[in-house]
Nanobody, 122 residues
Framework: QVQLVESGGGSVQAGGSLRLSCAAS????????MGWFRQAPGKEREFVVA????????LYADSVKGRFTISRDNAKNTVYLQMNSLKPDDTAVYYC???????????????WGQGTQVTVSS
């Protein structure tokens, strides 16, 4: 079992930055592939970025490529999402997810956090 807790959300003006954190429980965190997803009001949850534990590969949604960066600190059982050049369209609840076997843009991850709100004003 893995428990995930996101933090770092908040309100920011367009062009600003935020860094989200996702703290995971469990001693085998380093063997989990991690993903970030988001869900805006009235919209379906969408993929943001994923990181594969075995080789560090990353996959970004086109909408965030070049602006968002995923990283992880296995010693701290934490994955981060650095978000730069934020736009109003980035406003959403952001969720982190973990899975031992799956890595990719689909919502097939076994474990999910509760989400953290990000609001970007114009």
């Amino acid at each position: 079992q893995v428990q995930l807790v996101e933090s770092g959300g908040g309100s920011v003006q367009a062009g600003g930055s935020l860094r989200l954190s996702c703290a995971a429980s469990g001693r085998t965190f380093r063997r989990y592939s991690m993903g970030w997803f988001r869900q805006a009001p009235g919209k379906e949850r969408e993929f943001v970025v994923a990181n594969r534990w075995s080789d560090g590969s990353t996959l970004y949604a086109d909408s965030v490529k070049g602006r968002f960066t995923i990283s992880r600190d296995n010693a701290k059982n934490t994955v981060y999402l650095q978000m730069n050049s934020l736009k109003p369209d980035d406003t959403a609840v952001y969720y982190c997810a973990a899975d031992l076997w799956y890595y990719g843009p689909e919502s097939q991850y076994d474990y999910w956090g509760q989400g953290t709100q990000v609001t970007v004003s114009s």
